[in-house]
T-cell receptor
Framework: EAGVAQSPRYKIIEKRQSVAFWCNPI?????LYWYQQILGQGPKLLIQ????????DSQLPKDRFSAERLKGVDSTLKIQPAKLEDSAVYLC???????????FGPGTRLTVL | AQRVTQPEKLLSVFKGAPVELKCNYS??????LFWYVQYSRQRLQLLLR??SRESIKGFTADLNKGETSFHLKKPFAQEEDSAMYYC????????????FGDGTTLTVKP
């Protein structure tokens, strides 16, 4: 089966600019996750979708981050405006349902200058 | 609050030697524990989870609720085991809502 796809793989922006990341989960996976992984740390969950509904966004900095999964398949994560501390790898993952461990995509490495 | 601690950032062993990657956790309730691995230039992937009680690539991990630990062990390390290993914890009903440790880089020397 095709894995989780993410684009772009790398992005460099200046602070206060906006950026968007795209994720296409494994076909049939109802649950989609976005994680932020800062260098030297483990992944931190930002938001979890079940189909097109948000299950948990308690750790999403909602003043600058937003995410959507309008048709219950693809998802986008946006940062506006970006700060230096947003430099990280943004991982998308999906699973058939909540009990299954997530399958991770390759990640998008964001550098904010 | 739930927390995962991996006390060693770096671990280096020789090929054929036993290896143990430590993981300690704090959680109120019944946790689900995982080990994930990321090989060089590859994606983060699940290695094993405690409810499966499987041995994957020769690795095992036992949940010790008394010591709140979930150490990963392999009796004879191989060079291909060199990777970054993350311990993670979640509740029983939502495996993706995990708290991850900061990882241990394992290097197996020839």
């Amino acid at each position: 089966e095709a894995g989780v796809a993410q684009s772009p793989r790398y992005k460099i922006i200046e602070k206060r600019q906006s950026v968007a990341f795209w994720c296409n989960p494994i076909s049939g996976h109802a649950t989609l996750y976005w994680y932020q992984q800062i260098l030297g740390q483990g992944p931190k969950l930002l938001i979890q979708f079940q189909n097109n509904g948000v299950v948990d966004d308690s750790q999403l900095p909602k003043d600058r981050f937003s995410a959507e999964r309008l048709k219950g398949v693809d998802s986008t994560l946006k940062i506006q405006p970006a700060k230096l501390e947003d430099s990280a790898v943004y991982l998308c993952a999906s699973s058939p349902e909540g009990l299954a461990a997530p399958v991770f995509g390759p990640g998008t490495r964001l550098t904010v200058l | 609050a739930q927390r995962v601690t991996q006390p060693e950032k770096l671990l280096s062993v020789f090929k054929g030697a036993p290896v143990e990657l430590k993981c300690n956790y704090s959680y109120s309730g019944s946790p689900e524990l995982f080990w994930y691995v990321q090989y060089s230039r590859q994606r983060l992937q699940l290695l094993l989870r405690h409810i499966s009680r499987e041995s994957i690539k020769g690795f095992t991990a036992d949940l010790n609720k008394g010591e709140t630990s979930f150490h990963l062990k392999k009796p004879f390390a191989q060079e291909e085991d060199s990777a970054m290993y993350y311990c993670a914890l979640s509740g029983r009903t939502n495996a993706g809502k995990s708290t991850f440790g900061d990882g241990t880089t394992l290097t197996v020397k020839p």
